[in-house]
């Protein structure tokens, strides 16, 4: 994703929740036999392969990039700052 690609990923494998939005990002699929279907999709489709891609790619730099982490540390220091006082 921070590559600028869409992702394929299987439901129900932990980790996959936040990271891959289904028809956002990426594609989910459900049994083995569907991957190849959606390998078909993004390759057929031209313009919903760059869509993905391009969300994908603003979705971790906007949430996942060094900047986005070092800024939620900050506001949860702040928080734990504030909630000790």
């Given at each position: 994703m921070s590559?600028?690609?869409p992702i394929l990923a299987r439901k129900g494998v932990s980790g996959y929740g936040k990271l891959v939005l289904d028809r956002k990002t990426?594609?989910?699929?459900?049994?083995?036999?569907?991957l190849g279907n959606k390998i078909l999709v993004l390759y057929n489709n031209v313009q919903l392969r760059?869509?993905?891609?391009?969300?994908?790619?603003?979705?971790?730099?906007?949430?996942?990039?060094v900047e986005a982490m070092i800024e939620?540390?900050?506001?949860?220091?702040v928080t734990l700052i504030n909630e000790n006082k």
């Open positions: 590559s600028g690609l990426g594609l989910f699929f459900d049994k083995d036999a569907v760059r869509e993905l891609a391009t969300a994908a790619r603003k979705h971790i730099v906007l949430n996942y990039s939620k540390y900050r506001q949860l220091y």
